[in-house]
């Protein structure tokens, strides 16, 4: 049974300490004076919206087995509000918690075009695909009201560079138009996160994502429309969302998806007790029982981070879980592919206009 104190419409439950505590923000002071100037009490549950000036905005991936070498993000803090969300550590070294904050403290790049042109220009620079966003959604809710990612397509799409977009909301075909335009030359793909066909789940997992039929829908038109778009089975969660692998194997593919991919949960830093915390209030029937799955899946702890192992997990568990993904794509992917982005229109394009040879 759901209890009835949890926060609706949020993710994590409570603010966590932050391991960086020197450099840690007052939890409340700047959010209740925000009240006070607005009028309002301290507990409506506000999302707070902070401009931060970086001075990049492409980032290097180091990590081997995440298949990608460069990322950009936007936004800092996600209010999608997703209890496993692995970036939730990132906001402990802006000051923040990984728990609350992350979802209501928003950090906002509003210099991330010019930044981002700034880079492609580099004589230095051979295109190669950069990836939005590796760490917070490119079209969560923020972007609607700053629409930055779209003046970053505009960017892409200026210099003919290959972009690839990681997202789970159907705001992604606001910008269909320039999506369309990439793709004539094969400089996007998308990756559609979808982790249940249960709206139930859905709500309590991932509180302020698009809906389910609103993600399918969102495959099915970028699909339709020439775009290719690989779907994020992720993460599996054990006695969650992992008896729905076939059923959303085949759900996706029906709506066009070219391919899957997944991971297994793993609940790295912060995140171990948030998760926690969460699944005792909205699961408590079988809270335990996905915890000790979890830990299961990774050698008796909620957390490994080992390269090559952590997105797969050991164990009897995970093996099931990986072996019923490779059985999906026999059964429905088949002979599909997504196609290798183009990086040889950059060089040409490099000035914002075709070079004169």
Not at 98 to 114: H, M, N, T, Y
Not at 277 to 298: F, G, S, Y
Request: hydrophobic share 35%; with cysteine.
């Amino acid at each position: 049974m759901l209890n009835k104190s949890i926060i609706k419409g949020r993710g994590a439950q409570q603010n966590v300490h932050n391991r960086f505590f020197q450099l840690s923000h007052e939890q409340r002071n700047d959010f209740l004076e925000y009240c006070a100037k607005e009028g309002e009490e301290p507990d409506k549950n506000k999302t707070l919206y902070l401009p931060v000036f970086p001075k990049t905005i492409v980032n290097k991936v180091k990590s081997p087995d995440v298949g990608m070498a460069y990322s950009m993000n936007m936004y800092q803090g996600c209010e999608h509000g997703c209890i496993y969300c692995y970036a939730r550590n990132s906001h402990e070294f802006w000051g923040y918690s990984a728990g609350l904050d992350f979802e209501r403290r928003i950090l906002v790049k509003k210099d991330a075009p010019k930044l981002l042109e700034a880079f492609l220009k580099r004589k230095s620079w051979e295109a190669y695909p950069i990836i939005m966003s590796g760490n917070t959604d490119c079209y969560q809710p923020a972007e609607q009201k700053f629409e930055i990612t779209r003046q970053c397509l505009e960017v892409f799409l200026k210099y003919k560079h290959p972009v690839g977009i990681i997202t789970k909301n159907a705001l992604i075909l606001r910008d269909l138009d320039l999506l369309k335009a990439l793709s004539k030359d094969n400089l996007v793909n998308v990756n559609i996160s979808i982790t249940s066909l249960s709206e139930t789940t859905r709500r309590i997992l991932e509180p302020r994502t698009a809906t389910i039929k609103k993600r399918l829908e969102t495959v099915k038109v970028l699909s339709d429309n020439g775009i290719p778009v690989n779907v994020m089975l992720a993460p599996i969660i054990p006695s969650i969302n992992s008896h729905e692998i076939l059923p959303l194997a085949k759900a996706v593919a029906d709506a066009g998806a070219s391919s899957i991919a997944h991971t297994i949960v793993r609940l790295n830093g912060a995140i171990g007790g948030i998760f926690t915390d969460w699944i005792h209030k909205t699961m408590p029937d079988r809270a335990d029982k996905v915890l000790h799955q979890i830990e299961d899946c990774h050698g008796g702890t909620l957390n490994d981070s080992r390269f090559g192992q952590r997105m797969r997990g050991e164990g009897q568990i995970a093996k099931q879980i990986n072996d019923l993904v490779k059985l999906a794509r026999l059964k429905y992917f088949k002979g599909k592919l997504m196609p290798q982005l183009n990086t040889e229109l950059h060089e040409v394009y490099k000035d914002g206009q075709m070079r004169l040879f």
